[in-house]
C-alpha cells in the first residue's frame, strides 16, 4: 500500500493537491487548524471536484502519529506557526514538497529537517473553495518539482494522477522567475487595488512596474540567478495583459483585510538585496506600504 500524504494547509491548492493525491492511489490525511473546521470536513469525509467526492481523512495538529510525507501548502505567512504545530511528529528521513508563492518558507523548512528530503514545488494551476471542502479547479496548469540538492526519484509516482506534473533540475530559478513576476505585479495591484491589466494601461503604473523589474533584475543578478532570456519588464506585461481582467491574490487579501504574503515575495527580495548591497528602492517602499496597511488589519 502507498504511504499516506499528510497536507498542511487547505486551502483551494491543498485540497486540489488532495484529489490528485488520491487520484494516484495515496492515502491523504488533510491537517486542519481548528475543530469547527474538521466538523465541517466531517459531514462529507472528503473533497468534492466537479461532482466527485475524492475520499481523504482530516485530523488537528495534535493528533498523534507519525508524518512520512508531508506536503505544505499554506499561505507563506503561516507557514512557521503551521509548521511548529506539528514538527514533533514528523519522521526525521521525512519526504517533504513545499509548494507556495514566495521564497524562504522552502529554506527554512529544510533548515528545520536536515535529514529529511525536501522538494521545492511552483504551479500554475488554478482553484477556489466557493465552500470548504467543495473545489473548483479553474485552471489548468502544470506543477514543476525539484530538489535543489539531489535527485528525489520517488517524485515520479506522484505523475499518475490527474495534475500535470513535471521535474525540473532548475527549480530554485523557477521559482526566482515567479517571485520576480509577483514582485512586478501584486504590490502594485495590492496599493492601487486595480486589476493586473491596469498596470500596462497607465503610464504611472507602468513606470513603477519598470523600476522594480529593474531592481529585481539587479538583485538576481548579484544572487547568481539567470532569469528569462529578455528583459523582466517584457514577460511581466505580457503576463499582466494575459491575466488582465485578474486580482492579485494579495490584492484580495488587502481589500478583504487579510495578512498577505509580501514578506514572501518582496520582503524577501529586499532581504537579499541588502546581503548583497544592491539598492532596492523602489521595492522597499511598496513593502513598506503593505506592511503599514497590516497595522490596520
Given at each position: 500500500?502507498?504511504?499516506?500524504?499528510?497536507?498542511?494547509?487547505?486551502?483551494?491548492?491543498?485540497?486540489?493537491?488532495?484529489?490528485?493525491?488520491?487520484?494516484?492511489?495515496?492515502?491523504?490525511?488533510?491537517?486542519?487548524?481548528?475543530?469547527?473546521?474538521?466538523?465541517?470536513?466531517?459531514?462529507?469525509?472528503?473533497?468534492?471536484?466537479?461532482?466527485?467526492?475524492?475520499?481523504?481523512e482530516a485530523e488537528?495538529?495534535?493528533?498523534?502519529?507519525?508524518?512520512?510525507?508531508?506536503?505544505?501548502?499554506?499561505?507563506?505567512?503561516?507557514?512557521?506557526?503551521?509548521?511548529?504545530?506539528?514538527?514533533?511528529?514528523?519522521?526525521?528521513?521525512?519526504?517533504?514538497?513545499?509548494?507556495?508563492?514566495?521564497?524562504?518558507?522552502?529554506?527554512?523548512?529544510?533548515?528545520?529537517?536536515?535529514?529529511?528530503?525536501?522538494?521545492?514545488?511552483?504551479?500554475?494551476?488554478?482553484?477556489?473553495?466557493?465552500?470548504?471542502?467543495?473545489?473548483?479547479?479553474?485552471?489548468?496548469?502544470?506543477?514543476?518539482?525539484?530538489?535543489?540538492?539531489?535527485?528525489?526519484?520517488?517524485?515520479?509516482?506522484?505523475?499518475?494522477?490527474?495534475?500535470?506534473?513535471?521535474?525540473?533540475?532548475?527549480?530554485?530559478?523557477?521559482?526566482?522567475?515567479?517571485?520576480?513576476?509577483?514582485?512586478?505585479?501584486?504590490?502594485?495591484?495590492?496599493?492601487?487595488?486595480?486589476?493586473?491589466?491596469?498596470?500596462?494601461?497607465?503610464?504611472?503604473?507602468?513606470?513603477?512596474?519598470?523600476?522594480?523589474?529593474?531592481?529585481?533584475?539587479?538583485?538576481?543578478?548579484?544572487?547568481?540567478?539567470?532569469?528569462?532570456?529578455?528583459?523582466?519588464?517584457?514577460?511581466?506585461?505580457?503576463?499582466?495583459?494575459?491575466?488582465?481582467?485578474?486580482?492579485?491574490?494579495?490584492?484580495?487579501?488587502?481589500?478583504?483585510?487579510?495578512?498577505?504574503?509580501?514578506?514572501?515575495?518582496?520582503?524577501?527580495?529586499?532581504?537579499?538585496?541588502?546581503?548583497?548591497?544592491?539598492?532596492?528602492?523602489t521595492n522597499a517602499?511598496?513593502?513598506?506600504?503593505?506592511?503599514?496597511?497590516?497595522?490596520?488589519?
Amino acid at each position: 500500500m502507498n504511504t499516506a500524504w499528510h497536507i498542511l494547509g487547505a486551502g483551494s491548492i491543498g485540497n486540489l493537491w488532495a484529489c490528485h493525491l488520491v487520484s494516484a492511489g495515496f492515502p491523504v490525511t488533510l491537517v486542519l487548524r481548528t475543530q469547527a473546521k474538521l466538523d465541517l470536513f466531517n459531514q462529507q469525509k472528503g473533497i468534492r471536484l466537479k461532482d466527485k467526492l475524492y475520499t481523504t481523512e482530516a485530523e488537528l495538529a495534535e493528533s498523534k502519529g507519525t508524518i512520512s510525507q508531508l506536503l505544505v501548502t499554506t499561505k507563506a505567512q503561516s507557514t512557521q506557526k503551521a509548521f511548529n504545530s506539528i514538527r514533533h511528529r514528523i519522521a526525521d528521513k521525512a519526504r517533504v514538497i513545499v509548494l507556495q508563492n514566495g521564497m524562504g518558507s522552502q529554506q527554512w523548512i529544510k533548515e528545520q529537517l536536515p535529514d529529511a528530503d525536501v522538494v521545492w514545488a511552483s504551479t500554475t494551476d488554478g482553484a477556489w473553495l466557493p465552500e470548504p471542502f467543495d473545489l473548483v479547479h479553474a485552471g489548468e496548469g502544470y506543477t514543476r518539482l525539484g530538489n535543489p540538492d539531489k535527485d528525489s526519484y520517488w517524485l515520479e509516482e506522484l505523475g499518475r494522477g490527474f495534475l500535470k506534473i513535471e521535474m525540473d533540475d532548475e527549480i530554485e530559478r523557477t521559482l526566482w522567475c515567479k517571485l520576480a513576476i509577483n514582485c512586478a505585479i501584486n504590490p502594485l495591484t495590492a496599493c492601487f487595488q486595480c486589476q493586473n491589466g491596469e498596470l500596462i494601461k497607465k503610464p504611472d503604473y507602468l513606470s513603477e512596474m519598470a523600476q522594480i523589474c529593474r531592481e529585481v533584475e539587479a538583485v538576481a543578478t548579484a544572487a547568481g540567478i539567470k532569469l528569462f532570456k529578455g528583459p523582466l519588464i517584457e514577460h511581466a506585461c505580457d503576463v499582466a495583459e494575459l491575466t488582465s481582467e485578474n486580482y492579485s491574490s494579495m490584492m484580495q487579501d488587502v481589500r478583504h483585510g487579510r495578512p498577505t504574503e509580501i514578506e514572501a515575495i518582496t520582503g524577501y527580495l529586499c532581504k537579499l538585496a541588502k546581503q548583497y548591497a544592491v539598492p532596492t528602492p523602489t521595492n522597499a517602499r511598496y513593502l513598506a506600504q503593505i506592511k503599514k496597511m497590516h497595522e490596520f488589519i
